[in-house]
């Protein structure tokens, strides 16, 4: 059965502690009430579903980039705000979680080797937590704190939570195994709030319990004991939003509940199935700089994505891209060529010249025109010929033009060329 499970889709390492038996919690746990605080308001927006083949954990640093596990494949993956791939780390021994800080410093915890390793953003590593090879038992997540840096790693394999500088020093630990307040029975995640108390799914103990920074017990909200009495599922990732909403994620029930920091549910996002925004076996979630929530829905194979509240969504435009000359001769070729590009609903004017690139090569300081109607606005740009034909071989070929608007928004096209080889068409005859 183990085996099964993992072949479907769930991290190894946090697989351990869903097929645990529940415990009967001996500690009172809040659940129910009311609140003062509003519901969010959600908003389905999409799914990606490349390039992770089975997404764990997720982590959202302040550009609005992505970085998601993907433990049987052994890597991490960057995405950028769009959804677009930035980078991979390949390589890695089952890594089951992801942080990363303020200064974009990237914290990968890897279970096969029983470590935390930190790499700068270009992917170089830089340091460990501790002494690094089996300084954990079996990790299951990273917080960090956002006051002072420090960093916060749940071990399911030891029930407990440790607590490293942000240069990597041990520092404490809490928890230890046991049912009453401030023990855990496979702590499968941890979150610090932005006020910081510590947050833990206290999955065997069916429940969140909160902390504040120095490891005492504050709170706890879920409970139960026998499967027909359980709050939850089985409790996996947690995150908090702007309002100091909490939302925790039910893997079995395929939904994350939301609820204020007290404990009392305000609703949930998503449900259980295959379609999109609909999640099975859902682990890890991040709340992006735009008010995005991204569910990793394991056995779905993709990242779910919902909007929350005044959420803002960057999205790609799509532009027609014209190059001239189309027929481009190696033996002739000119120094300069020029590209029209045109974009809907005249949103020229909000074009930033700067920032517009052909294959990677900036153009030209552009030169816009209104040709036309409105559906003819277009502008004309210049770029360096031989630069952007680098790397093309001789036939059809493709030039892909990209750019930004004030706005934020970016867009995307391609231009298509035919290069022509030196004698070429001698050689035809």
Not at 217 to 238: E, H, K, N, S, V
Not at 344 to 370: C, K, R, W, Y
Not at 392 to 408: A, Y
Request: hydrophobic share 40%.
């Amino acid at each position: 059965m183990f085996r099964a499970v993992l072949v479907r889709g769930v991290v190894a390492a946090l697989v351990m502690g869903l097929l645990l038996p529940a415990t009967a919690d001996a500690a009172r746990c809040s659940w129910g009430g009311t609140s003062t605080v509003a519901a969010p308001g959600v908003v389905p927006l999409r799914s990606l579903a490349e390039p992770v083949a089975v997404p764990g954990r997720v982590a959202a640093d302040g550009a609005g980039h992505l970085f998601v596990t993907d433990s049987g494949a052994g890597r991490v993956v960057e995405l950028d705000a769009f959804g677009r791939l930035v980078s991979v780390k390949e390589g890695l021994s089952v890594p089951v979680a992801v942080a990363v800080d303020d200064l974009g410093s990237i914290y990968v915890a890897e279970a096969g080797a029983g470590r935390v390793v930190i790499y700068d953003r270009d992917w170089n590593p830089v340091g460990v937590l501790g002494q690094g090879d089996g300084e954990l038992v079996l990790p299951t997540d990273i917080a960090i704190d956002p006051a002072d840096g420090r960093v916060f790693v749940s071990d399911g394999g030891a029930n407990e939570v440790r607590v490293f500088s942000s240069l990597g020093s041990p520092l404490s630990s809490f928890g230890g195994l046991g049912r009453n307040l401030g023990q855990l029975d496979f702590p499968a995640a941890v979150h610090v709030d932005a006020q910081g108390e510590v947050f833990v799914a206290d999955q065997n103990n069916d429940r969140v319990q909160v902390f504040d920074g120095s490891g005492a017990p504050l709170r706890c909200f879920g409970g139960g004991g026998m499967m027909f009495r359980r709050r939850f599922g089985r409790i996996q990732g947690l995150t908090s939003d702007a309002q100091g909403r909490i939302y925790v994620v039910d893997t079995f029930q395929g939904h994350v509940q939301v609820f204020d920091r007290q404990g009392v549910l305000l609703g949930v996002v998503g449900r259980f199935g295959k379609a999109s925004g609909e999640l099975r076996t859902p682990v890890g979630l991040a709340i992006d700089r735009f008010g995005r929530l991204f569910v990793a829905s394991a056995n779905n194979g993709r990242l779910e994505s919902f909007g929350i509240d005044d959420f803002v969504d960057p999205s790609l435009l799509t532009a027609e891209v014209e190059v001239d000359p189309e027929v481009i001769e190696l033996e002739d070729l000119e120094d300069r060529l020029e590209l029209s590009i045109r974009l809907p609903d005249s949103l020229l004017e909000l074009v930033l010249p700067a920032s517009i690139t052909a294959n990677g090569v900036p153009v030209d300081s552009p030169d816009s025109e209104h040709e036309g109607d409105h559906e003819e606005d277009r502008l004309r740009v210049e770029v360096d010929a031989r630069a952007v034909i680098e790397g093309l071989e001789p036939g059809p070929g493709t030039i892909h033009v990209q750019g930004e608007l004030r706005d934020g928004r970016v867009f995307l096209g391609e231009g298509r060329v035919t290069i022509e080889a030196d004698g070429e068409e001698e050689d035809d005859d």
